[in-house]
């Protein structure tokens, strides 16, 4: 009987352990997405307009064979650019970057038009910032979100806890998107 007891406590022990550390994950991530990266040049893709977004933008999905590997999405205001890569792996989604350049003021907006209005500032390129967020997902659950500036969101925070779903739904979107152009 302690025999028993003995193998059960050590499974239990050692099951923890089967489980993926979050710097594995991301480790793993990275190795994939600069491998699918370093592949696209063989992948079948598809670019359309993003007609789901309020800003000028486009989407292209980038295939082996019918399997979605890679989305690039980008968008385009007068306040901002914004690049948004979607990597996959088997069909889930392992890896979401988002690269937003923020514009220090409207691009439209020029010093004749600001001095016109007895305003100090106007669009001056070299003043964008850009801003890098990174969300990585270890069998479709999302395990870690590194904020711009390289801070980590808490897995326990609200936030961090409602962004699975929404990131889930923003790739299903674009999904949708690049499948209904074939129709």
């Keep these: 009987m302690s025999k028993y007891l003995f193998s059960i406590l050590l499974l239990i022990g050692l099951f923890p352990s089967c489980k993926k550390k979050p710097e594995d994950?991301?480790?793993d991530v990275n190795e994939t997405s600069d491998k699918i990266n370093k592949q696209l040049k063989d992948y079948k893709s598809k670019r359309v307009d993003d007609l789901s977004s309020k800003a000028l933008g486009s989407i292209t999905g980038y295939y082996r064979d019918a399997e979605v590997r890679k989305i690039y999405?980008?968008?385009?205001t007068d306040t901002n650019r914004v690049f948004d890569e979607y990597y996959f792996d088997?069909?889930?989604?392992?890896?979401?970057?988002?690269?937003n350049f923020r514009y220090n003021c409207s691009d439209t907006l020029t010093e004749e038009k600001a001095r016109a209005n007895h305003d100090s500032?106007?669009?001056d390129d070299k003043k964008t910032r850009?801003?890098?967020t990174r969300f990585y997902l270890n069998?479709?659950?999302?395990?870690?979100?590194?904020?711009?500036?390289?801070?980590?969101?808490?897995?326990?925070?609200?936030?961090f806890i409602e962004r699975e779903p929404m990131l889930w739904a923003q790739a299903a979107l674009l999904i949708k998107e690049l499948k209904e152009e074939d129709n």
Excluded: C, R
């Design 73 to 76: 999405a980008e968008h385009f």
């Design 90 to 99: 088997d069909g889930m989604l392992i890896l979401v970057l988002e690269q």
């Design 121 to 123: 500032v106007w669009y």
């Design 130 to 132: 850009l801003e890098i």
């Design 25 to 27: 994950v991301v480790k």
């Design 139 to 159: 069998k479709n659950k999302l395990v870690k979100w590194i904020l711009p500036g390289g801070k980590e969101m808490s897995p326990t925070s609200t936030e």
